[in-house]
């Protein structure tokens, strides 16, 4: 079982930048070489797609709503992956969960088998 830990959200003011990290316990080798996710949920909406990271091939994907303000990076000595936002809008405001597999990547989050519980983001105007 992959357990992830999420951290770094927060209360912030528009046009703020923010730096999410996703990490694991209970595995020795972290989530070296898992696909990582990045996903949000507003109150009321549904789960959106935000960035996906694939570890073995350093590939990302980021949705189009947030492309150039966000990024997905990783810490390989840490086994950390990290969702940098900046220049973050009201509109971004949710909770946000770092979601891994270990073959799937792509945007749709019932394929992600391993969730975090997400931390929140709010961005006031």
């Known amino acids: 079982q992959v357990q992830l830990v999420e951290s770094g959200g927060g209360l912030v003011q528009a046009g703020d930048s923010l730096r999410l990290s996703c990490t694991t316990s209970g595995r020795a080798s972290g989530i070296y070489g898992m696909v990582l996710g990045w996903f949000r949920q507003a109150p009321g909406k549904e789960r959106e797609f935000v960035a996906c990271?694939?570890?073995?091939?350093?590939?990302?994907d980021v949705a189009d709503s947030v492309k150039g303000r966000f990024s997905i990076s990783r810490d390989t000595a840490k086994n950390t992956v990290y969702l940098q936002m900046d220049s973050l809008k009201p509109e971004d405001t949710a909770v946000y969960y770092c979601?891994?597999?270990?073959?799937?990547?792509?945007?749709?989050?019932?394929?992600?088998?391993?969730w975090g519980q997400g931390t929140q983001v709010t961005v006031s105007s």
């Open positions: 979601a891994a597999d270990w073959t799937y990547y792509g945007r749709a989050a019932h394929e992600f088998d391993f």
């Open positions: 990271f694939n570890w073995s091939g350093g590939i990302t």
